[in-house]
């Protein structure tokens, strides 16, 4: 059988080198190609924020009377959660709550409206943020090394579920019993009404905020990382950072020491937590330079 003769002539070594030059040139992106990049991340996480606000504005009795105003109602999780553990203990009724009735009103004609509006975008923000993330990952993964993609693999979920977890800490536990704290603290011949305005600002601050500050153990470990913390220093100050929490958590919450401590708990669970992790990081650069002593480990060439 004769043998076929191949049509595909070599390149010359001129037109190799020109090849591999328009492809080192396309795969390197322009600082305007970047910020092409950085627009369309923004708009499609700006979508998913205003699809979420949108579904979140046509059920307003949904989100008004069974989330905002949910603390208000006896039968709220919190308060069934604690009474059932009251039987189960044998306790009986000493643990159950009954939450303050009062009334909510509003002072100005556009108030609800506005206030409904207000709702809807955090409400988008808080689901829409796993997405959020992704987005800001995938802007920032192609200019990373693959050892250093592996390092942070699973940064999404973490910080995603850290933010929601602190949001529904904050929205079970703190904002319930701040509300019933405030509302049932009055004087003699006075009455409280707050506005709408009022409780809608005091439940995002019990929530939002919470959210971001359980994200504490994210931001060590890349402190750590990069070498600027070790467990260490979080020990020695940790005394000072108590402080600081204390700080944090009157900044957060209504001016009570009953909000006050039930933030600073699991702000100072999350320090410690943090303190293990930044250990993590030390060990495991401590091992690199054991296994190769004569190589200099920066923080992301950790495995």
Same mark, same amino acid.
């Given at each position: ?40 991340? &923004?708009? =499609?996480?700006?979508? /998913? ?11 307003? #009795? ?12 006896? #039968?709220?999780?919190?308060? =069934? ?11 009986? #009724? *000493? ?16 108030? $609800? ?11 988008? &923000? ?6 959020? +993330?992704?987005?800001?990952? *995938? ?10 993609? *592996? ?10 579920? +850290? ?9 079970? $536990?703190? /904002? ?6 405030? /509302? ?33 153990? $994210? ?8 070498? +600027? ?65 004569? *190589? ?8």
């Amino acid at each position: 059988m004769p043998r076929q003769n191949s049509n595909v002539l070599p390149m010359p070594m001129d037109q190799i080198h020109e090849v591999e030059r328009l492809q080192e040139e396309k795969a390197e992106m322009s600082f305007f190609e970047h910020i092409e990049e950085l627009r369309k991340h &923004i708009l =499609r996480s700006a979508a /998913a924020i205003v699809v979420v606000g949108i579904v979140c504005f046509t059920n307003k #009795d949904f989100v008004f009377n069974t989330l905002i105003f949910g603390p208000r109602n006896p #039968d709220f999780f919190s308060y =069934r959660f604690l009474c059932s553990i009251s039987h189960w203990t044998g306790l009986g #009724d *000493k643990m159950c709550v009954q939450p303050v009735k009062f009334q909510i009103i509003t002072r100005q004609l556009g108030e $609800v409206l506005m206030q409904h509006l207000y709702v809807s975008f955090w409400l988008g &923000i808080i689901v829409a943020f796993p997405y959020i +993330l992704w987005e800001f990952w *995938k802007f920032i993964r192609p200019g990373l090394l693959e050892e250093e993609q *592996k390092n942070i693999r699973g940064v999404v979920g973490v910080c995603s579920g +850290l933010f929601l977890l602190g949001v529904s800490f904050g929205y079970f $536990v703190v /904002a319930p019993f701040s509300i019933n704290f405030l /509302a049932g603290y009055t004087l003699e011949g006075t009455e409280t009404s707050p506005t709408l305005d009022s409780y809608v600002t005091y439940m995002t601050m019990f929530t939002i905020p919470t959210g971001l500050i359980f994200e504490m153990p $994210v931001v060590i470990y890349f402190l750590a990382k990069i070498g +600027l913390v070790g467990p260490q220093f979080l020990r020695t100050y940790r005394r000072h950072a108590i402080v600081v929490i204390l700080i944090i958590a009157a900044i957060i919450t209504p001016p009570d020491v009953v909000s006050q401590t039930i933030v600073s708990i699991p702000l100072f669970i999350l320090y410690e937590v943090s303190i293990v992790v930044a250990a993590r990081v030390q060990k495991r650069r401590e091992q690199a330079l054991e296994e190769n002593p004569r *190589k200099e480990v920066r923080p992301t060439d950790e495995p």
